[in-house]
């Protein structure tokens, strides 16, 4: 019997607020600076001390870009769970169930339409704390929902990346999902409607190598990781030490593979004046003088 663990700690819990009582503090990645959670979720999970981005917990990311925080979620068609029959150290069915326990979620992806500056908009966002935000089927199935109700309603198409990459326990089906949703895309954009990527940290393997990069404007987090293979393993095969940087946001905008790099804090304004040019609307500049108030 821990005489910390089992008796002093729950009484401190009764008398700490529940929103901090598990994480009072985190420790920021880039800096090492301890960060007081209250802090921290005010800036938007950015370090007050070095502007590093934190990832951002999907719900708070769509809260943050649409209209007060309003939009209603799409249900996605569903998947077969395990079509490979897939066992590695633990069997692909076993995953699941547990990241959706832990998440609440089927897959790691969320479709979601609303408003964003006074303009109906729809949103493919996935979920990096769900298998890495990996792409299997149900991501594919989720991009060609988005990309459908898009053309459906003439609505513009933003994702929203935060993946490792295919998902190696669905092998050949998850690879297929790269020319899946890369048509998906597509059939927005001949309907003349724009499609925004945005990349947060990480876009990598599969994702980057598909949809990602495909927008009519990509919009890039500030910091975030983007490439496809990992820095080690191209280091590896070129046998050369990589610059600094490298795969970084800021280097990736450098060498023309994204068009903009933007702070999380004013993600939501830069994206409203890309929809509103495209789109040919005027934003609704009340409601976001309120939202930043």
């Known amino acids: 019997m821990n005489w910390l663990r089992d008796f002093v700690r729950p009484k401190v819990k009764k008398i700490t607020p529940k929103e901090y009582s598990d994480n009072l503090w ?15 979720k005010k800036s938007m999970y950015v370090c007050t001390n070095c502007d590093h981005h934190l990832r951002l ?3 708070k990311r769509l809260n943050m870009l649409f209209d007060e925080g309003k939009y209603t979620e ?3 068609p569903k998947v077969k769970d395990d079509p490979l029959k897939f066992k590695d150290t633990k069997k692909y069915t076993d995953r699941l169930k547990a990241y959706r326990k832990e998440t609440g979620r089927d897959d790691a992806i ?24 990996s792409m299997g089927v149900a991501v594919g199935e989720g991009i060609v929902k988005a990309a459908e109700i898009a053309v459906k309603g003439g609505y ?31 059939m927005v954009k001949e309907k003349g409607l724009p499609f925004i990527s945005i ?53 990736v905008e450098e060498h023309g ?24 609307k ?6 976001l003088a309120l939202e930043n108030k």
């Not at 109906?120 to 704390?129: C, G, I, R």
């Not at 990069?213 to 990589?242: P, Y």
């Not at 790099?261 to 789109?279: H, N």
């Not at 005027?282 to 409601?287: A, D």
């Open 26 to 40: 985190e420790k920021c990645p880039a800096c090492g600076q301890m960060l007081f959670s209250k802090d921290l």
């Open 57 to 59: 917990y999907i719900d």
């Open 74 to 76: 799409v249900s996605l």
């Open 110 to 133: 969320v479709v979601a339409q609303g408003e964003i500056g006074g303009i109906t908009s729809v949103v493919a966002a996935l979920d990096f704390k769900f298998m890495g935000g």
């Open 156 to 186: 513009p198409l933003i994702t929203v990346s935060s993946s490792g990459g295919a998902r190696m326990q669905e092998g050949i089906l998850s690879l297929m999902q790269m020319a899946r949703t890369t048509a998906a895309v597509n």
């Open 199 to 251: 990349l947060t940290d990480p876009t990598t393997g599969g994702v980057t190598a598909s949809f990602a990069m495909l927008g009519d404007v990509n919009m890039a987090e500030k910091g975030c990781l983007i490439g496809f293979a990992g820095q080690r393993v191209i280091e590896q095969t070129i046998r050369e030490k990589l610059p600094t940087g490298f795969q970084r946001a800021e280097y």
């Open 257 to 280: 593979m994204v068009d903009m790099v933007v702070r999380r804090g004013e993600m939501k304004d830069e994206l409203v004046k890309v929809i509103s040019l495209l789109m040919h």
């Open 282 to 287: 005027k934003p609704n500049i009340t409601r």
